[in-house]
């Protein structure tokens, strides 16, 4: 039997910088969790001591979270999954989804069996939920390999809004980094 086509979502820094090779690219969305900062990122927003604040995903019953699936060639899904595994080593476990793939402008969606990394609480970089203020005080504070943890929400924000994707949490925590960066 053939290789299957992967579906790969994206959710966070995959939304704007996917990296890698795709056959094609729409808006998705995943059910039944919702997106947070709750994931430290000591390898890309931040450094060992002084993790940045990264998305995961959290469980949730009535929550839906958009983002971007990227369909993947069979033939190069052994490459591209080896690189988001060292990519995203950072606590994130790859797991098997259903997606939502939006067509015909959103209108319309197809489900879609796609693959999500994601952090969960009993990873060593996990740091959890905190009030907003406390959140948005550690991004304006880290940096790391990849850049600014500010820019990585900044970033996130304005991608969401492009795809008419809203999101309370990544909104809210725009408004805080932004009013300081700017």
């Known amino acids: 039997m053939p290789p299957q086509p992967v579906w790969i979502f994206g959710y966070g820094s995959l939304v704007w910088r996917p990296s890698f ?24 927003r931040g450094v060992p001591g002084r993790p940045g604040r990264v ?26 999954l080896a690189e988001l595994d060292v990519r995203e080593k950072g606590g994130y476990e790859r797991r ?10 959103g209108v319309e969606t197809e489900r879609a069996a796609g693959l999500v990394y ?3 609480p009993d990873n060593a970089n996990y740091l959890g939920p905190a009030p907003l203020g406390e959140i948005a005080a550690q991004v304006r504070e880290s940096r790391g390999p990849s ?18 994707a809203h999101d309370p949490h990544v909104t809210a925590l725009e408004a805080l980094v932004d009013g300081e960066v700017a």
């Open 147 to 164: 850049g600014s943890n500010a820019e990585y929400v900044l970033r996130l924000a304005r991608a969401l809004r492009e795809l008419a």
């Open 118 to 120: 994601i952090a969960t």
């Open 55 to 80: 998305v995961t995903l959290h469980p949730a019953a009535r929550a839906e979270c958009w983002g971007v699936a990227y369909h993947i060639e069979p033939t190069l899904s052994g490459q591209v």
């Open 21 to 44: 090779a795709y056959r094609e690219r729409c808006a998705a969305r995943l059910r039944g969790f919702a997106r947070r900062f709750w994931q430290g990122s000591t390898d890309h």
């Open 96 to 105: 098997q989804v259903t997606l939502e793939l939006a067509r015909s402008g």
